[in-house]
């Protein structure tokens, strides 16, 4: 006869239906995994992908494969032009590499270039740190 393993997510096993269910409603804190709010968060956390929160911005990040470490699916800045991205990059790209997937923005194609990224394919830049 196979046993039923009941878990929480928080890594706590139990016995009985009973065990779990007091178990969540007493430590819900510890149980529920929060989403990362900004990118200092997510790069600490293990989600593979997240929407988040910067300074005057909303971006979807990956966790990328090599050769990037993380990939920038979607950005939308609350005003064009005001250098939020500029900020984020300057302060993340020391420290990470980025791809840009979908760039629909008719200005984002030739900043990304200025800033050393390569179009890989139509709407795709990619930089690797070195």
Known sequence: MTRLQLSCQCGATFRSMAQEIYHRHNFPAVCIKREPRNFAEFVEMQWRTAWLREYGLRLYVRKGFAPVDFTIANVWATTRGRGYLTRFLDRWEPHYSFAFENVH???LPGYLTRRGYI???PQQFLK???
């Open 105 to 107: 923005n008719d200005r």
């Open 119 to 121: 179009e890989t394919s």
């Open 128 to 130: 690797i740190k070195t």
